[in-house]
């Protein structure tokens, strides 16, 4: 096989370990004691996983481990959509399994939890592996996002753990597919299988975190990748000095990714989306903020600019949301009716006498080009798929109309040209950045270790990630104590509870203490491309948000969190631009 420079280069890079997993197998031993509690909906949680349910934390430590070297048969699969980093969970499974006992096997499940379903899969061994390590993508075995829930699902995933003779199947997923894991743990024991489920956070959303789980993997990466984007728009239009740039970045639902970038790049808005639901900010208060802001800058004939949009953003304008909900259920009842109109105008009538007054409103209100977006086909969670709805062309339209009513009052007179991009598939397979490379593979011995220990329905841990990678701590957490129940498709299900930005959070208070500024004076960072080799401060920080979050920064001086300028230079540089600022409402108020 043909592999890039930078490929072979990366096979021969040895991801860190947390010193523990170092040590001699049989010498670490899990630790923890104390129940634990679900986030909310105790009661009714303990009912549905009575086997599963309250189980302690627990953390590798030195100690005694005598079953770590029994001959294991383990599945692997990995679901959702794609992370960086996501090859290496399972190189550290592998190396994990082998290292406890060479004639164990790992096997990998084919296109996602369906190979599960359907007895699809591949035995992994050395030279597959080994083609794999610390690259990017999940083609090793494919992924898919399947959901196991349904009792024939439910009984063929328990007859392949039964025919294959698994003693483990770790899932690699976000909430919904660490769900998963938890009923599929609970549905084993009931059915008195041997076979242990173990989770590993994975999404680049960066919405899979909580006290325990510091990050989920990808996020590092993709955002990363992201910034390197986003800092070249900026220089270019810097440079050019004729655009403006509205960039859509993936994240289902939360802004996280968004934010991050904004903190790696300093652009002059960056909308975030759980702020926007806070305000209860209408599309027509969102669009007058970056009109002032594209009005001031404007007025410094600086008639160009760079804005950071949320992907999941619709979902958090509140007559949006209503609208999408409406929609939602519409579609999981009527669908058979909708499909069979014959074009969007009867469709729109359809809409117009089924759903409520306000919503059908709204809808009327959208671009024919957008409003068709909400209708196409939900996802397998009956939602709408907003990486589909192109929010970045529906704010440029919105802003145009606005600019030419202010323009036409005599309160704009700058000139307006736009562009629109989204970057989303372009990060979620790049090559892993060391920190996920790291990460990942500890995450994946973890897995091991957890399942050498005998644990089940719990979530692979490596925690304190702002310390250097052999500072780690490796441990499990239950899958049950993330959880509460939720309302999806008309009834209570138990969930994986998604971790939004917290608008009191410090990731997000580092961002609104500056983006005043940066909304006028242009400030851009430009962060440049990942890089695997060199000193420390350019290839081994992790993000802004894992370092403000965890309150002990690395020596990044490229990357160096907005927050962390000396209070009085920050003060000053605003002091400077007060009486431009003071005339800028910005898109966040
Ligand atoms: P996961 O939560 O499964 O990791 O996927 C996240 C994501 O990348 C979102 O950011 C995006 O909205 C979605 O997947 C896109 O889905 P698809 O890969 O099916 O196009």
């Known amino acids: 096989m043909k592999v890039s420079a930078l490929q072979q280069n990366r096979y021969g890079y040895k991801p860190k370990l947390p010193r523990i997993l170092s040590e001699k197998l049989e010498t670490i031993a899990a630790t923890g004691s104390g129940a634990t509690k679900s986030v909310a909906d105790q009661e009714e949680l303990k009912a549905l996983f009575s086997n599963t349910y309250g189980k302690p934390v627990v953390t590798f430590t030195k100690g005694k481990n005598p079953g770590v070297k029994k001959q294991l048969r383990v599945g692997v699969i990995l679901s959702g959509g794609q992370a960086p980093g996501g090859h290496n969970v399972i190189a550290g499974l592998y190396d994990g399994i082998k290292k406890g006992n060479p004639d164990s096997k790992l096997f990998g499940f084919l296109g996602g939890p369906s190979g599960l379903i359907e007895a699809s899969y591949a035995e992994i061994k050395d030279k597959r592996i080994d083609e794999y390590r610390n690259t990017g993508g999940f083609d090793i075995i494919g992924s898919g996002r399947t959901k196991i829930e349904t009792d024939e699902q439910i009984a063929a995933s328990i007859n392949t753990a039964k025919k294959m003779k698994l003693d483990a199947i770790v899932i690699i997923g976000g909430d919904d597919s660490n769900t998963n894991a938890a009923l599929l743990a609970e549905h084993f024991l009931n059915a008195g299988l041997k076979t242990q489920v173990i989770g590993v956070p994975k999404t680049i959303d960066g919405d899979l975190k909580n006290n325990m789980i510091e990050t989920s993997f990808g996020f590092d990466t993709a955002t990363k990748t992201y910034a390197e984007l986003i800092g070249n728009i900026e220089r270019d239009a810097n440079s050019a ?253 138990p969930v994986i509870k998604k971790a939004l930005v917290e608008l009191d959070g410090k990731p997000f208070k580092a961002f609104a203490k500056n983006r005043e500024t940066w909304a006028v004076k242009t400030s851009y960072l430009y962060p440049g491309a990942i890089q695997y080799a060199g000193p420390d401060e350019v290839c081994n920080q992790p993000t802004q948000t894992l370092i403000l979050e965890k309150g002990k920064s690395g020596t990044g001086a490229g990357r160096k969190p907005a927050a962390a300028k000396p209070a009085a230079a920050a003060a000053s540089a605003a002091a400077g631009k007060k009486n431009v600022t003071k005339r800028v409402k910005r898109a966040g108020k």
């Open 241 to 493: 000095k004729k655009y403006w740039h509205f960039i859509k970045l993936m994240g289902r639902s939360a802004s996280h990714i968004a934010l991050e970038c904004a903190l790696q790049t300093q652009p002059n808005i960056c909308l975030i989306s759980e702020e926007i639901e806070a305000k209860k900010m209408t599309l027509r208060q969102i669009t007058d903020g970056i009109c002032s802001v594209i009005a001031a800058r404007a007025e410094n004939n600086e008639n160009f600019g760079v804005i950071l949009i949320p992907e999941g953003l619709v979902e958090f304008v509140p007559e949006m949301k209503v609208l999408i909900a409406e929609l939602n259920d519409l579609m999981a009842v009527k669908a058979e009716e909708f499909n069979a109109l014959e074009d969007f105008a009867a469709q729109s009538r359809w809409l117009h006498a089924n759903l409520s007054r306000a919503s059908a409103e709204t809808f009327a209100t959208l671009p024919e080009e957008i409003a068709k977006q909400f209708l196409m086909d939900r996802d397998p969670h009956g939602n709408v798929q907003v990486s589909r709805i192109e929010t970045e062309k529906l704010l440029i339209s919105l802003v145009s109309s606005k600019l030419k009513e202010m323009a036409k009052a005599g309160k704009y007179k700058g000139k307006f040209s736009s562009y629109n991009h989204f970057f989303g598939y372009e990060g979620r397979c790049a090559f892993p950045s060391n920190f996920d490379a790291d990460y990942c593979y500890s995450l994946g011995f973890t897995a091991f270790m957890l399942i050498a220990s005998g644990f089940t329905g719990y979530l692979s841990s490596v925690r304190n990630l702002t310390a250097p990678a052999k500072e780690w701590i490796a441990g499990g957490v239950p899958l049950t104590m993330m959880m509460n129940m939720e309302q999806r498709h008309g009834s209570k299900k």
